[in-house]
């Protein structure tokens, strides 16, 4: 894994405090969405069909920070819409770094070269870079020729200054294993420091829905491209080995959609970083009042393809503690590539999608018109009394 040891130290830590404190659910990576705007507009994105005066909301520093504290978690991840056209978002990467909690600011590098001065190498900053592949993959992937070369210049320029640089990588249908291998191979070459790695959510309102995988091809795609790399263990994978395992067919998880709680210029979004069913004031509310039972995969019609790394890194990660020996044994030995695969869960006794984008819109657009306060979303809370 291409995880410093420090980062693993303190993470480690966390982990087993709330462990020892008898916590049943506890976060691991905030996911921090401060905008929804981008200068992009990729075909497989769910987050920036909004209306203009959503799109214009901005997360402040205050917010940020805020949300930083509220939910505690050691890991921040700064996704979007594009962060860098936030333009407090140096004070905000600054904020973070200060309570010594790991920072992912994720981009796509179009303006990342003109504003990496105004960052400073730490070891509690990573640069992540949005690369889906190859120059042909990811250009088309983002529906722009030449996105691909900035962003290749813009991680060399900042492995140069001293930053560490990750990329993350979503796959879609149609990928091909050996192109995909050849890229990871390139990525390594150019000195990146670790890769994240995860099949694309079949976002509803994503424009073009026939490029997701399902779950049966995602297993199969992840076995061809590991098999061409020892396993995995040729490329240094920002991901535990146990959730390589789970994408290559060999592990029946179910999500842990807390452990990535994410907040938006909504508020706390209910469940996870992929769906948005509701909204929460505070991250206790969030934690507290979800139905959590209500989704994730046998559960809910939106969720039956997913195998996404918000939703599962952090089942992998408490599967690692309760089982170490079987963890260390596929970081050691690599994934296994051949073979039956672990049983899936049925879907059978799923709920139908519910569809409430619309409504939240509408919500949100009433409170920034300053018509009527926004009351939280009343999907799937919790009842009085539920455990
Ligand atoms: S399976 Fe879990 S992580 Fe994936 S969309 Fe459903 S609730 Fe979110």
Redesign the pocket.
């Known amino acids: 894994m291409a995880i410093p040891f420090l980062q693993k130290a303190l993470v480690g830590a966390y982990v087993l405090r709330q462990q020892l404190a008898g916590k049943q659910r506890y976060p691991l990576a905030l996911m921090l969405e401060p905008l929804f705007r981008c200068n992009l507009a990729c075909a497989g994105c769910g987050k920036i069909d909004y209306p203009d005066e959503i799109l214009n909301q901005r997360l402040s520093v205050a917010d940020c920070l805020g949300a930083v504290d509220e939910c505690g978690a050691p890991v921040v991840s700064i996704a979007g819409g594009e962060p860098l056209l936030h333009k407090d978002m140096p004070a905000i990467v600054e904020g973070i770094v200060a309570r010594r909690k790991f920072v992912y600011l994720c981009t796509n590098a179009l303006l990342m070269e003109k504003k990496l001065d105004q960052y400073r190498p730490s070891p509690f900053f990573i640069w992540s870079v949005h690369l889906d592949g190859d120059q042909a993959m990811h250009d088309r992937s983002v529906c722009q020729d030449g996105v691909y070369q900035r962003a290749v210049a813009a991680i060399r320029r900042a492995k140069a200054a001293g930053f560490r640089v990750n990329i993350n990588c979503t796959l879609f249908d149609g990928a091909v294993a050996a192109q995909v291998a050849g890229f990871f191979d390139t990525v390594r070459e150019m000195g990146v420091d670790g890769i994240t790695v995860s099949p694309g ?1 079949a976002y509803e309102r994503a424009p073009e829905q026939q490029h997701f995988l399902a779950r049966g091809r995602t297993k199969q795609l992840f076995r061809d491209i590991l098999a061409r790399g020892d396993g995995g263990r040729r490329w240094a994978f920002s991901q535990s080995s146990l959730f390589l395992d789970f994408l290559a067919g060999n592990q029946s998880y179910r ?1 842990t ?1 807390w452990g990535n709680p994410t907040r938006t210029v909504f508020g706390w979004q209910r ?5 948005g069913e509701g909204y929460a004031a505070s991250f206790r509310e969030l934690m507290e009042d979800t139905d959590w039972d209500a ?3 046998g559960n ?1 019609e ?2 039956a393809n ?1 195998m ?1 790394h ?3 890194e952090a089942t992998a990660v408490r599967d690692t503690l309760a089982r170490p020996l079987v963890a260390a044994k596929v970081a050691l030995r690599g994934v296994r590539t051949s073979g039956p695969m672990a049983p899936e869960i049925p879907l059978h006794g799923q709920r139908p999608a519910q569809y409430v984008h619309a409504r939240h819109v509408a919500i949100k657009l009433e409170e920034i018109r300053g018509r009527k306060t926004p009351a939280p979303g009343p999907v799937l809370r919790r009842q009085a009394g539920s455990d």
């Open positions: 959510y999500c959609p469940p996870c970083y992929l769906l989704y994730g995969t809910y939106k969720c997913c996404v918000s939703g599962y």
